[in-house]
């Protein structure tokens, strides 16, 4: 596979799984609230999910692109060929990785950065605005930044 299939493979990964509306998406809202919230039963936690909006598609597609970029940068290539090969343990350990990286104190400060635009550019999360666009001009600085973290 050549980097820009390694990419590919892993941003779609990445994508496919943390987008989406639907029935998915709430059950993993609710899952996660379950967590910070015990003590919360279904029905209060079912309710919760509608007040979180959801996210342009282009800030998953950017956050999952500095992930691919910061794989590619530091991950021998056997195991990300092993890893982008196809197999649900492959996507699996991908996912879980990805998860590990957007808890880095770097990707907190990108995705805060990448909200506060949105919400100044006056585009909320769900209005489809531009803001993604925008801020994938500056795609490239960032990883460079989480690469040196």
Not at 47 to 66: D, F, K, M, N
Not at 78 to 88: I, P, W
């Amino acid at each position: 596979m050549t980097d820009s299939d390694l990419r590919a493979f892993i941003i779609n990964t990445v994508v496919t799984r943390i987008s989406g509306k639907g029935e998915r998406r709430d059950e993993a809202l609710r899952a996660v609230m379950g967590l910070a919230w015990p003590q919360a039963d279904a029905a209060a936690l079912a309710a919760a999910t509608i007040a979180v909006p959801e996210l342009h598609p282009s800030l998953y597609e950017r956050w999952a692109g500095i992930f691919a970029d910061s794989m590619l940068e530091s991950v021998d290539r056997r195991m990300l060929e092993d890893l982008c090969s196809g197999t649900e343990e492959g996507r699996a350990s991908l996912l879980l990785v990805f998860s590990m990286f957007m808890e880095s104190k770097q990707m907190e400060k990108t995705v805060a950065r990448d909200l506060h635009a949105l919400a100044d550019q006056g585009r909320g999360p769900d209005t489809g605005g531009g803001a993604g666009r925008d801020m994938e001009r500056t795609a490239g600085a960032d990883a460079g930044q989480v690469r040196q973290s």
